[in-house]
C-alpha cells in the first residue's frame, strides 16, 4: 500500500497518519451509510487498510463512533466562548457558529453522522445524547440559572432539525437558502430558548 | 389464515380488513427498522399474509410508503382549520396539534417512521419532502403573505427536530416533559415563524 502522503510531506506514514486516514474512512461511511452499515471490513476498505488495524487503533465499533463522531475541539471552544459575549446576542451568535459550521464539510459530515446513526441505532443514539447534551448545556448553563437542561436541549432540537430538513430531506426553499438568511431566521428561536422565560406569563 | 375479527365483527374477512392490516404492519416496521429494511416480505409475514397479496394491493414499496405514511386526514383537517382561529395565538395552537399529536401512537408512528426512512434513503426523503411541503405549506399561506415556504418549513424543521429529540434520541429532560410544558416552549417559535419578520429589522 503506497501512501501518496510520503512525498509531499516528506515523511515515512506513520501511525498518526494511518489512524487519522481510518477517522476520516469511517466519519464518512458514518454519515452516508448509518452506523449499522458501517462495518469494520467497510471502514478498513475505504481506508486502504487491513480490518486488524482498524480493531488495533479503536477497538470497539462504539469506541469508533465515540471518537471520530466528537464534537470537533474548535467548536467546543467556541460554544464555551460565547457566553462572554452579551447576552442580547447570544441566539444570533450561536445561530452563526452552528448553521455556519454546518457549511464546513467537517462539522457537516459529523453532525448528519450523528444524526443518521441516531436514527437507526439506540446505541448511536445514546452516544448522541451525551454529546448534545454535554456541549450545548455548559453554553446553557452560562446564560441562564433557570432550567438550562431544558434550554440546552431545546436549541438542539431547533439546530437537528434544521440540519436534517437542510441537508438529508432537503427540504425547498430551505435547501437553498444562504446561510446568512437561515442565520436571520433561526437567531430569535436560539435567543428565545436560552433566555426568554419558557413558560407563558400567568393570564 | 383465521381472522379473529370474524367473530367479534359478525362479518367475513374482507379486501378492506386484509389492507388496513397489511395497512398497520407496513406503518409500524417502516417506523421500527427504516424504509430499506422494510421488504414485502417482512411486512407480509408481520400482517401474517402472503407477500404477494402485498404487491397485489399496494404495488410498489414507495406506492405503498405514500400511502400509510401519509398524514392522517383528521390532522390534515385539524390544520386547515387553525387558520380560522385569531392570528395572536396560530403559534400555541399549531403546537398543541403537532406536539400532542405525537403523544398518540398512530401519528406518532407515521411522524417517527417519516423520519427515519428519510435519514436513511433518498427516495423517501423525496416523499417526506412533498408531504412536509404540502401540509405545513397550505397554514403558512393562510397566515401569511410573506413567504409561507419559508415559513412553512422552519415550523417543519422544529417539529422533526423535537420528534428526533423526544421519541428517538429520548434526550431528557425533554423526554419525560409534560406534553403542555413542551407545547409552552415551542409556542412562541412557531408563532415566530408563522406571523413575524423573517428578517431582523435594520440597525
Redesign the interface.
Known amino acids: 500500500m503506497s501512501s501518496p502522503d510520503t512525498k509531499r510531506t516528506g515523511r515515512r506514514p506513520g501511525a498518526t497518519d494511518t489512524r487519522e486516514q481510518i477517522a476520516a474512512a469511517a466519519r464518512s461511511l458514518f454519515a452516508e451509510v448509518?452506523y449499522e452499515r458501517a462495518s469494520f471490513r467497510r471502514i478498513a476498505a475505504a481506508a486502504g487498510v487491513d480490518p486488524a488495524l482498524v480493531v488495533h487503533f479503536y477497538g470497539s465499533k462504539e469506541d469508533l463512533f465515540r471518537e471520530v463522531m466528537a464534537t470537533p475541539q474548535e467548536y467546543a471552544v467556541g460554544l464555551d466562548r460565547l457566553a462572554d459575549g452579551p447576552r442580547e446576542t447570544i441566539g444570533r451568535r450561536l445561530a452563526e457558529l452552528l448553521v455556519g459550521g454546518l457549511e464546513l464539510p467537517d462539522p457537516r459530515t459529523i453532525v448528519l453522522g450523528r444524526?443518521?446513526a441516531?436514527?437507526?441505532h439506540p446505541e448511536a443514539?445514546a452516544l448522541?445524547?451525551e454529546t448534545?447534551?454535554r456541549d450545548l448545556h455548559r453554553l446553557a448553563a452560562a446564560v441562564s440559572d433557570d432550567q438550562p437542561?431544558?434550554r440546552a436541549?431545546?436549541v438542539?432540537?431547533?439546530?437537528?432539525?434544521?440540519a436534517?430538513?437542510?441537508y438529508?430531506?432537503?427540504?425547498?426553499?430551505?435547501a437553498s437558502?444562504n446561510v446568512s438568511?437561515v442565520i436571520?431566521?433561526?437567531?430569535?428561536?436560539f435567543q428565545?430558548?436560552l433566555t426568554?422565560p419558557?413558560?407563558?406569563p400567568a393570564p
Open positions: 448509518g444524526i443518521r441516531a436514527a437507526s443514539a448522541v445524547r448534545i447534551t437542561e431544558k436541549v431545546f438542539g432540537t431547533q439546530f437537528v432539525g434544521l436534517v430538513a437542510r438529508i430531506v432537503r427540504v425547498e426553499p430551505l437558502m438568511d436571520d431566521v433561526v437567531a430569535p428561536t428565545h430558548y426568554e419558557l413558560t407563558p
